[in-house]
């Protein structure tokens, strides 16, 4: 299930959530969001505890919502209490 692109920016600004693209570089460079951090699906269970704070919401997206749900599963297995996925970068264009 996704959750709004008004429920995602009222995480990143009131709980200072993490808004990951899990997207690969290639498709990150060419439409950012803004505060996003790019870390593809392919490596994100190897980067994710250096580069993510596991005591903060984190917020991943991609370009379907496919990807991300995967990235959210794998963070939860990895000790992530509270990930959202957004689903689709354009969401984010819907508010």
């Not at 692109?5 to 993490?18: F, G, M, P, V, Y």
């Not at 379907?64 to 509270?82: C, N």
Request: one cysteine or more.
């Amino acid at each position: 299930m996704f959750i709004s692109c008004d429920e995602t920016k009222k995480l990143i600004n009131e709980r200072n959530a993490q808004f990951v693209d899990v997207r690969t570089p290639e498709e990150f460079i060419s439409s950012q969001l803004p505060g996003a951090k790019n870390i593809p699906l392919h490596v994100i269970e190897d980067q994710c505890d250096a580069a993510l704070d596991k005591s903060r919401p984190v917020v991943v997206f991609c370009r379907s919502g496919q990807r991300s749900q995967m990235a959210l599963q794998i963070l939860k297995s990895k000790g992530f209490s509270e990930v959202y996925n957004m689903g689709s970068y354009m969401a984010w264009n819907q508010c």
